[in-house]
């Protein structure tokens, strides 16, 4: 790819309208609102790669889509392009598209066609963090006036950032409960709700929305359906398959799965959305960087084999923490009493790795318990493939804190690593020995 002239790609990139007119391009992509797209900086339509055909299994894509061979050194790992920006053969003269590491960046570019393949998307953009990600999408799609349905009970920092940061910029919202479709229903108002923002499962209290009912709903109503996809990573279920227009991740969470990252994307079903998207991404700059970009692609890549691991090791958790009486109520979609359950077997492929569970003994037990484990580490944020614990009330969700959001305060919430599931058994009798 390097030192090669892709055919056609200056045309492409820089014979599209400019905002502003005259001047450097320095980051110029994707379409404003408005205008016609134009053609993309992505590997299937530069340098004449060809892509992984989406015919093949998740687990080829996840190890190949976005990442044939490097042509010029045969590098087999796509490299780490650690640069801002690229000669111009002549003022114009792109080299495969490339112009500038804000509107894209080929470590970039193979994180996103990977992350595309796998949510069976037309497009991914891969930004700096998943509250990144939400941000570019929610100011690109709603403007001030508009409305938004929420969950109740989603992750604290995207209800912070409906409510501190999008709510003063003159976004409204409602929070519901996205297994109630009446209520979903009843929330929407005609002629201003642009997106229905569904997580599934839902942090921290694993609840369940149906996809495909919702996309019915938005789309009658005329907005988009939004799935934060993050719980359940692509390997467990594809939104887009299911009728949703976006898919969000934290890619911090299993898609890089190895808590060495903070990452965001964005996957959509329709080229005009990804082309408005990626002018967002350009023109705001929440970009994922390319050593960033290269974990979350590394993570990928064992995907598959990590999630059957996290959800082997998850059944084992909850079977136990079943049968322990300190334990008032253990939340996980794959338990035939789960409220949601019926729809997670119809739309998951397994239940995933994510576990809460709530004490007889109140908060304090809660407290306790978290304090006492020791392979199960207490922090925040999940989906590593080591086992985290957290008191979510006092941690990921403080923010929500006496606002009808607020979570249970005897509630903990386990993110089941892919260690020697016995010892994670022993850990968590360990500590409620301790806490009850
Ligand atoms: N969505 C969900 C479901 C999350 O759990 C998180 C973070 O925990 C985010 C979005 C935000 O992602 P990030 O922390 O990468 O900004």
């Not at 409602?174 to 599934?200: H, I, K, Q």
């Not at 009658?220 to 939104?239: K, M, R």
């Amino acid at each position: 790819m390097i030192g090669e002239r892709g055919a056609g790609s200056a045309e492409g990139e820089r014979g599209a309208p400019r905002e502003g007119g005259a001047g450097s391009a320095e980051g110029e992509r994707g379409s404003p609102p408005g205008h016609h797209p134009r053609t993309t900086v992505t590997l299937a339509n530069l340098g004449g790669m060809a892509l992984t055909p989406s015919d093949d299994g998740f687990e080829t894509r996840a190890i190949h889509a976005g990442q044939d061979p490097d042509p010029r050194t045969g590098a087999v790992v796509p490299p780490i392009y650690a640069t801002s920006t690229y000669v111009q053969d002549g003022v114009g003269g792109l080299r495969e598209g490339y112009e500038y590491s804000r509107s894209a960046n080929p470590t970039r570019t193979a994180l996103e066609e990977c992350l595309a393949s796998l949510e069976n998307g037309v497009r991914g953009l891969a930004f700096a963090s998943g509250l990144a990600a939400e941000d570019s999408l929610l100011r690109t799609v709603c403007a001030p006036g508009d409305h938004v349905v929420a969950p109740d009970d989603a992750y604290g920092g995207s209800s912070r950032l409906f409510e501190k940061v999008l709510r003063p910029w003159g976004l409204e919202h409602t929070p519901v409960a996205f297994s109630d479709l009446d209520a979903v229903r009843a929330a929407v108002r005609a002629g201003s709700t642009r997106v229905l923002w569904v997580e599934t499962p839902t942090n921290p209290l694993l609840g369940i929305a149906d996809i495909e009912a919702l996309a019915g709903i938005a789309h009658e109503a005329g907005a988009l359906l939004v799935v934060d996809n993050t719980f359940a990573s692509p390997y467990l279920q594809q939104p887009l398959t299911l009728g949703a227009d976006v898919v969000v991740h934290s890619t911090t969470k299993y898609c890089g799965g190895h808590s060495d990252v903070i990452g965001g994307a964005l996957v959509v079903a329709d080229h005009e959305l990804g082309e408005r998207l990626a002018f967002m991404h350009n023109a705001v700059g929440a970009v994922a960087g390319p050593f960033d970009a290269w974990l979350v692609l590394r993570g990928l890549r064992t995907l598959a084999v990590r999630m059957e691991r996290h959800c082997d090791n998850a059944e084992r958790v909850v079977e136990f923490l079943g049968s322990r009486p300190e334990v008032s109520q253990v939340l996980y979609p794959g338990l035939p009493e789960f409220p949601g359950h019926v729809v997670a077997r119809r739309q998951m492929r397994r239940f995933g790795g994510m576990v809460a569970f709530r004490l007889q003994g109140g908060e304090a037990a809660a407290l306790e318990v978290v304090e006492r484990s020791r392979v199960f580490t207490l922090a925040e944020s999940l989906g590593g493939v080591e086992s985290l614990i957290e008191h979510p009330g006092r941690m990921t969700h403080a923010s929500v804190a006496g606002s009808p959001l607020e979570v249970p305060s005897d509630l903990v919430r386990l993110s089941v690593g892919i260690e020697t599931a016995d010892d994670l058994v022993a850990d968590l009798a360990h500590a409620l020995d301790g806490g009850a």
